[in-house]
């Protein structure tokens, strides 16, 4: 696992947590995928791209991304 990736998906989650205002929905899926990191190989550029598109939502309108 690239440690830099895993850091930065870790502080993503413990700031989520942080900030009443974020939707638990986002932080339900930064859980499943520190799990899914556990357990498998991933593509580190797919999931920066899926990770700030999901913030993108999430964060900026309030509104669940799926």
């Known amino acids: 696992m690239n440690r830099l990736s895993d850091n930065l998906l870790i502080t993503s989650y413990q700031k989520a947590i ?3 205002e974020v939707d638990p929905f986002f932080i339900s899926l930064l859980q499943k995928e520190i ?3 556990k357990l498998e190989s991933y593509d580190h550029n ?3 791209c ?12 309030k ?4």
């Open 18 to 20: 942080e900030i009443n």
């Open 63 to 66: 509104k669940k991304p799926f």
């Open 35 to 37: 799990e899914r990191r």
């Open 46 to 48: 797919s999931f920066s």
């Open 50 to 61: 899926y990770i700030r598109s999901i913030e993108s939502v999430s964060l900026n309108t």
